[in-house]
């Protein structure tokens, strides 16, 4: 099923996953290892980094975990 979300939402949870991907490449991750060392599938992460997943608090806490951040750190990100 695909998302349905307005126009504006999309645009928003791009911009997120932009900032999750060069987040994660500045850690020196690859997205399969990345989203092995944080326990969620490489296709939820690859998601996640496309804009098409509108994620739930705990895998917020994950990826932040992971990148050795916070998650306030995560969600500062630039909204385009």
Not at 4 to 23: N, P, S
Request: hydrophobic share 45%.
């Amino acid at each position: 099923m695909k998302n349905t979300y307005a126009a504006a939402d999309k645009k928003y949870l791009k911009a997120f996953g932009a900032h999750v991907r060069a987040l994660r490449k500045a850690a020196g991750f690859s997205q399969e290892d990345f989203a092995l060392e944080i326990g969620l599938d490489r296709t939820y992460m690859g998601g996640v980094e496309r804009g098409e997943r509108n994620l739930a608090l705990l895998n917020l806490r994950k990826i932040a975990k992971g990148l050795k951040i916070s998650v306030s750190e995560l969600l500062a990100f630039p909204a385009k």
